[in-house]
T-cell receptor, first 110, second 113 residues
């Protein structure tokens, strides 16, 4: 079982709609969860962090965490073409490293 | 906003040669990391560094790899004898506390010929 698992996509969403990205992780001891955005050829850019169960909202982005189900998600409201990128789920197990998923490629269609 | 800076942006090296990748972490950060991303693959952890020593390293980080903080600002990754499979993007990251978000530099694209 992969430590952090994401659907690789591509996920295609019309402009203005809600994009929903999902991630599962295997280690119940994981403590911190992050969503990064990565444009092609660029470095990961932090979008959201979440540490406790529930929802966390920041502008058009909402992160959701369910530790019982070992599930993290990211919702992007009012999707824009500039949101087209690969979204990386990363988990910190309390060890001094991030474990990344494969990433989900998101395309927003005008 | 402070950022992590990496140099060079692109390094081309002959197989078997040594290469040093350089990073300047954000100034008040205490934890430093190197990751790599082979083209089309996921970001992989290499090593973490705190208080002037390695905290954790992955299986990838074998005897050919080393890290150093030679002064108060730089953090380097050295690959002693490069192999073709070392070709990848190498990202440096830093954070103030180890459970806080890590901030990534723009990366160094390493091409081994």
């Amino acid at each position: 079982q992969k430590e952090v698992e994401q659907n690789s996509g591509p996920l295609s969403v019309p402009e203005g709609a809600i994009a929903s990205l999902n991630c599962t992780y295997s280690d119940r001891g994981s403590q911190s969860f992050f969503w990064y955005r990565q444009y092609s050829g660029k470095s990961p850019e932090l979008i959201m962090s979440i540490y406790s169960n529930g929802d966390k909202e920041d502008g058009r982005f909402t992160a959701q965490l369910n530790k019982a189900s070992q599930y993290v998600s990211l919702l992007i409201r009012d999707s824009q073409p500039s949101d087209s990128a690969t979204y990386l789920c990363a988990v910190n197990k309390g060890a001094q490293k991030l474990v990344f998923g494969q990433g989900t490629r998101l395309t927003i269609n005008p | 906003e402070p950022e992590v800076t990496q140099t060079p942006s692109h390094q081309v090296t002959q197989m078997g040669q040594e290469v040093i990748l350089r990073c300047v972490p954000i100034s008040n950060h205490l934890y430093f990391y190197w990751y790599r991303q082979i083209l089309g693959q996921k970001v992989e952890f290499l090593v973490s560094f705190y208080n002037n020593e390695i905290s954790e390293k992955s299986e990838i980080f074998d005897d050919q790899f080393s890290v150093e903080r030679p002064d108060g600002s730089n953090f380097t990754l050295k690959i002693r004898s490069t192999k073709l499979e070392d070709s990848a993007m190498y990202f440096c990251a830093s954070t103030r506390q180890n459970d806080q978000p890590q901030h990534f530099g723009d990366g160094t694209r390493l091409s081994i010929l």
